[in-house]
């Protein structure tokens, strides 16, 4: 007698929903579906009825003609509305809260903070007999304002209000790092994001997207709609502070999934944002919650419900937007006065640095660029760099000349590297003698070893001048030779 007492004790709470069909047109689904899984129970057990005696069978046939009526009330329209939320029945979680005109506030402008709300009471989605998820559709209002790009918040079927483990900013609210993409959480949401994610492989960042168990969308569209006279794409964006009106529509009998979008007042646009065909039914739990979520990141976003509508096996009644809250009067902060006087010159001269650098290296480059032709490598003397006789000389200045010859000037030097001290001769460009005779003459004299001529070490060319290096000898040979 103990389950036949807990049959008839059920506690019948009134959850709101409006069940349309049968026998039983307030029925709430607690009851029905309770009396539905006793049924099961005494089905599975016939023994335990011929047990009962005869007039216990007699009751508990009655209950089971009772039962069966239920359970097809149990598959029957669950419909629901909310023209604001102001002293509604509604479950809030995290950061979510109603504002005192009726807004449901999924972020209250905290900060890397969850926020949820659901329907209180969970919905038969999937058959029990068939095992497929029924038809439902869905419809709501909503608003962000955002003074910057914001992550966005969804809308969610789940199988549990429990959502302790999911993490803020990028993740909505609705998973985490670990069980994103796990098939156990037999979620499905459409997500309306503000901020393109590489890590979720957003398209954008304004966009709507399925997803089902996991944060990377199976299907995305760029937010907007098409007009219904010219099938023209209008895009809508998500934090614009402009409220707008969304459809989602799922068609059990073809499991396909549709959103639609369009500014509030507008009419629902005869050609969806995006559909797709995706079968629920192995995706979402037989019991299941609907709400929407959202997680706010380091910016003070606010995620605003205005009204929502819904309905299984139904159409979702129509939303009266003459009857929702307003949302409230947004500014974007107003940038600090310093703030518009340092940023122009902080720009201005970060760019002038960067050309000033650009320009000496430049310049450096020309500076210490060096001309190379073929016939070089016919002579044997070591080429040197302009750089290196540039440094050796002190940038061949008057302290270091050794004296003017008749193709130019001489100096003292010393090689930064070998520090060996050598004379540079600085051929000027008037020089009357061509640059490639003089080398191989020079080249020839210098290939000859002989005590009273001083030793070629080799040259360079830069700019149409020529550069010969030779031994330092302070005294006597290196005179006679370059002077006499």
Same mark, same amino acid.
């Given at each position: 007698?103990?389950?036949?007492?807990? @049959?008839?004790?059920?506690?019948?709470?009134? /959850?709101?929903? %409006?069940?349309?069909?049968?026998?039983?047109?307030?029925?709430?689904?607690?009851?029905?579906?309770?009396?539905?899984?006793?049924?099961?129970?005494?089905?599975?057990?016939?023994?335990?009825?011929?047990?009962?005696? &005869? =007039?216990?069978?007699?009751?508990?046939?009655?209950?089971?003609?009772?039962?069966?009526?239920?359970?097809?009330?149990?598959?029957?329209?669950?419909?629901? +509305?909310?023209?604001?939320?102001?002293?509604?029945?509604?479950?809030?979680? #995290?950061?979510? &809260?109603?504002?005192?005109?009726?807004?449901?506030?999924?972020?209250?402008? %905290?900060?890397?903070?969850?926020?949820?709300?659901?329907?209180?009471?969970?919905? $038969?989605?999937?058959?029990? %007999?068939?095992?497929?998820?029924? /038809?439902?559709?869905?419809?709501?209002?909503?608003?962000?304002?955002?003074?910057?790009?914001?992550?966005?918040?969804?809308?969610?079927?789940? !199988?549990?209000?429990?959502?302790?483990?999911?993490? !803020?900013?990028?993740?909505?609210?609705?998973?985490?790092?670990?069980?994103?993409?796990?098939?156990?959480?037999?979620?499905?949401?459409?997500?309306?994001?503000?901020?393109?994610?590489?890590?979720?492989?957003?398209?954008?960042?304004?966009?709507?997207?399925?997803?089902?168990?996991?944060? +990377?969308?199976?299907?995305?569209? $760029?937010?907007?709609?098409?007009?219904?006279?010219?099938?023209?794409?209008?895009?809508?964006?998500?934090?614009?502070?402009?409220?707008?009106?969304?459809?989602?529509?799922?068609?059990?009998?073809? @499991?396909?999934?549709?959103?639609?979008?369009?500014?509030?007042? &507008?009419? =629902? $646009?005869?050609?969806?944002?995006?559909?797709?065909?995706?079968?629920?039914?192995?995706?979402? /739990?037989?019991?299941?919650?609907?709400?929407? %979520?959202?997680?706010? #990141?380091?910016?003070?976003?606010?995620?605003?419900?205005?009204?929502?509508?819904?309905?299984?096996?139904? @159409?979702? !009644?129509?939303?009266?937007?003459?009857?929702? !809250?307003? &949302?409230?009067?947004?500014?974007?902060?107003?940038?600090?006065?310093?703030?518009? +006087?340092?940023?122009?010159?902080? *720009?201005?001269?970060?760019?002038?640095?960067?050309? *000033?650098? +650009?320009?000496?290296?430049?310049?450096?480059?020309?500076?210490?660029?060096?001309?190379?032709?073929?016939?070089?490598?016919?002579?044997?003397?070591?080429?040197?760099?302009?750089?290196?006789?540039?440094?050796? *000389?002190?940038?061949?200045?008057? =302290?270091?000349?050794?004296?003017?010859?008749?193709? #130019?000037?001489?100096?003292?030097?010393?090689?930064? @590297?070998?520090?060996?001290?050598?004379?540079?001769?600085?051929?000027?460009?008037? /020089?009357?003698?061509?640059? =490639?005779?003089?080398?191989?003459?020079?080249?020839?004299?210098?290939?000859?070893?002989?005590?009273?001529?001083?030793?070629?070490?080799?040259?360079?060319?830069?700019?149409?001048?020529?550069?010969?290096?030779?031994?330092?000898?302070?005294?006597?040979?290196?005179?006679?030779?370059?002077?006499?």
């Amino acid at each position: 007698m103990e389950l036949l007492d807990i @049959a008839l004790s059920l506690d019948v709470i009134n /959850s709101g929903v %409006s069940l349309k069909g049968g026998n039983c047109p307030r029925s709430p689904p607690h009851f029905s579906i309770t009396l539905f899984y006793f049924y099961k129970y005494c089905g599975q057990r016939p023994g335990f009825i011929v047990k009962a005696g &005869m =007039k216990l069978t007699l009751l508990l046939l009655q209950i089971l003609f009772f039962s069966l009526d239920l359970v097809s009330c149990a598959y029957g329209e669950y419909v629901f +509305i909310y023209s604001g939320f102001a002293h509604n029945n509604i479950t809030l979680d #995290g950061a979510a &809260m109603v504002t005192a005109n009726g807004l449901l506030d999924i972020t209250n402008g %905290s900060t890397r903070l969850n926020g949820h709300a659901f329907y209180p009471t969970p919905l $038969p989605f999937c058959n029990f %007999s068939s095992g497929l998820v029924q /038809s439902f559709s869905t419809s709501f209002v909503f608003g962000v304002q955002s003074t910057y790009p914001s992550q966005g918040f969804t809308f969610f079927i789940a !199988p549990s209000k429990n959502f302790s483990s999911a993490l !803020p900013v990028q993740f909505l609210g609705l998973l985490n790092s670990e069980n994103n993409g796990d098939m156990k959480n037999q979620i499905f949401a459409v997500e309306f994001d503000s901020i393109k994610n590489i890590e979720f492989q957003d398209i954008n960042n304004n966009h709507v997207g399925f997803d089902i168990n996991s944060l +990377i969308s199976v299907d995305s569209y $760029p937010a907007g709609f098409y007009d219904d006279k010219d099938g023209i794409f209008s895009n809508l964006t998500i934090t614009s502070s402009e409220a707008m009106q969304v459809w989602v529509d799922y068609n059990g009998d073809i @499991a396909q999934i549709s959103v639609t979008m369009a500014p509030m007042g &507008m009419a =629902k $646009p005869l050609k969806p944002l995006g559909s797709a065909n995706r079968n629920l039914s192995s995706v979402l /739990s037989e019991m299941a919650y609907v709400g929407f %979520s959202s997680a706010a #990141g380091r910016d003070n976003t606010r995620h605003y419900i205005l009204g929502w509508s819904f309905g299984l096996n139904s @159409a979702a !009644p129509s939303i009266d937007i003459t009857s929702l !809250p307003k &949302m409230p009067h947004f500014e974007p902060k107003a940038r600090s006065k310093i703030l518009e +006087i340092i940023l122009p010159i902080a *720009t201005a001269v970060s760019i002038l640095s960067v050309g *000033t650098i +650009i320009l000496l290296l430049v310049r450096r480059h020309l500076r210490y660029s060096e001309v190379r032709e073929d016939w070089e490598v016919e002579f044997g003397p070591h080429r040197f760099s302009f750089r290196d006789l540039f440094h050796a *000389t002190e940038g061949f200045k008057d =302290k270091n000349l050794l004296g003017i010859g008749g193709f #130019g000037r001489v100096y003292r030097g010393v090689l930064p @590297a070998s520090k060996l001290d050598i004379a540079v001769k600085r051929v000027s460009h008037d /020089s009357k003698q061509g640059m =490639k005779e003089f080398v191989a003459e020079v080249v020839s004299i210098g290939r000859l070893q002989h005590r009273n001529i001083v030793h070629l070490l080799g040259y360079c060319r830069r700019k149409g001048e020529l550069f010969l290096v030779y031994d330092y000898i302070p005294k006597g040979s290196l005179d006679k030779y370059l002077y006499g």
